[in-house]
């Protein structure tokens, strides 16, 4: 039996969804990797596994959790300041673990990730997520407008202005307060 995810927001690219592993629920900070809603840390990291669709490739297990916590840190630092060169050197740190290496398939040319220590997979894989949105869009990798929240998006919105994690949650929590605001100043 799979846990469900307490997350607010889940679907985001690996990358932003190991950093949304962190969230405020009720007022209060909450992580998925430190025995949040009654799961222990490693049943946190399956869970997490399983909402990014990693379940069936890596383990949930405390190397693996320790190395996805020392990601989780460097992509924190790295989208909070993309020009922190000590960020940059934490996810090269965790690059090394890991190598793309090319392939012939059925269908032709492909790709496949290759790991000395498959502890490091899901690391190793977040990183490189992040690189790719850095190589397709780093515009629209975004922090929720909200300053009660610190989650953190890809905007696929056409016209790129997407501001909120949540429409139902932190948008609409924004626009009751300027109406309120409003309400209040007549």
Do not use: Q
């Amino acid at each position: 039996m799979t846990t469900a995810d307490p997350r607010p927001l889940t679907g985001e690219p690996i990358a932003l969804d190991l950093l949304n592993t962190r969230w405020m629920h009720e007022g209060e900070p909450a992580d998925l990797f430190a025995g949040a809603f009654g799961l222990s840390r490693v049943e946190g990291l399956a869970v997490w596994l399983e909402s990014a669709g990693l379940a069936d490739r890596f383990r949930a297990d405390a190397p693996t959790l320790v190395h996805l916590m020392t990601a989780r840190e460097a992509l924190a630092r790295a989208v909070a300041d993309p020009a922190d060169e000590s960020a940059r050197a934490l996810i090269d740190a965790v690059l090394e673990h890991g190598r793309i290496r090319a392939t012939l398939t059925a269908e032709g040319p492909g790709e496949r990730a290759e790991f000395a220590d498959p502890a490091w997979g899901p690391a190793w894989t977040a990183a490189r997520d992040y690189l790719d949105l850095l190589g397709s869009a780093p515009d629209r990798i975004r922090k929720c407008a909200s300053e009660t929240c610190v989650l953190h998006f890809h905007d696929t919105s056409r016209n790129g202005t997407r501001r909120w994690c949540s429409m139902s949650a932190c948008g609409n929590r924004a626009k009751a307060s300027r109406h309120y605001a409003r309400t209040r100043e007549r």
